[in-house]
């Protein structure tokens, strides 16, 4: 050691020398980080996403979700792959999301199921509002009543007067126990007094193949499932179940302006991310879904379909869920059921 540097005078200002070089390494440290996390956010995406679709392939929102995906995909420059995985109305793919990485690379395809959800299962493995974060409204597939051609009846007013007359003859199906084709029809049948039994299907497919064959005599499905039937005169169109009536069906009346003032019920659905996913992540996703929602190709592949886009900001589809969480609580409560 130098004799200078073993001089007391010189100590504190050779440590006022150092700590002020480490200071000025800290502070360009803490100035890069921003940079480095903005240029991470700036690189989203780089790899393929997962799109869980808690229902079934080839059903009505497996259907709209792969016309988002697609479109999404030529957008962002990655592969928005849809990985289905259906179950428990929803909640198999709705738990795996809740628990997966917020990163932006899994993401919730959800439909009003969600909001059901609490309701209905007392012990749900994750919080839908806690653990899942709103990134957009995507569209929403208005409900069709449908009836077997044998019931005499070619109006809502006239089938509602059939079945009063005939109470416990008829049967309805759903897509599933508590599903929203199930919560619909109930509210129908309570409020306009008809005695009529549920009968409780795997999904929309299989319910709808009894309602052709007879089995059951109506039903309020989702109008891209009984299209088809509707067209070929299999099932009769009464009404759809939206606040004003359908472009493709002008001449279909809604339930609201015929027999239940008020009343609007729809499969709507939307997008959702794991909660700790990073705000900047969940504004691009918003940014890029609303576009692909206003792109003419999309709009024309969701009217076939018989789905209306929507389209929201991520604090709007906050609010919507928290008012469906309240709304269907209500009816859950009403029909007494449980799915656990």
Known sequence: MKKSDSHPSLRPQKMRRLCLALLSSAAGVAALAPMGFAQAQQSYPNKPITLVVPFPPGGPTDQVARVLAQKLTEQMGQSVVVDNK??????????????????????????????LSPALYKNLSYDVQKDLAPVALTAVVPLALVV?????????REFVEYARANPDKLSYGSAGN?????????????????????????GSAPADVDLVAGQIQ???????SVMPFVNDKRLKLLAVTT???MSLFPNVPTLAET???GFEAGAWQGVMVPAKTPPEVVQRLNAEINKALQSDEVRAKLAIQGAEPLGSTPEEYRTYIGKELQRWAGVVKSTGIKLD
């Open 178 to 202: 508590g599903n929203v084709t199930h919560l619909a029809a109930f509210q129908f049948t309570k409020n306009l007094g008809i005695e009529a039994t549920h009968v409780s299907y795997r």
């Open 218 to 224: 109506f039903m309020t499905d989702t109008i891209n």
């Open 86 to 115: 259906p179950g428990a109305n929803g909640n198999i793919g709705g738990t795996q999301v809740a628990k997966a990485a917020g990163d932006g690379y899994t993401v919730l395809y959800n439909t009003s199921s969600i909001t």
């Open 259 to 261: 027999v239940m003032p």
């Open 148 to 156: 077997h051609p044998s019931i005499p009846a070619n109006t809502v």
């Open 243 to 245: 606040a004003k009536r």
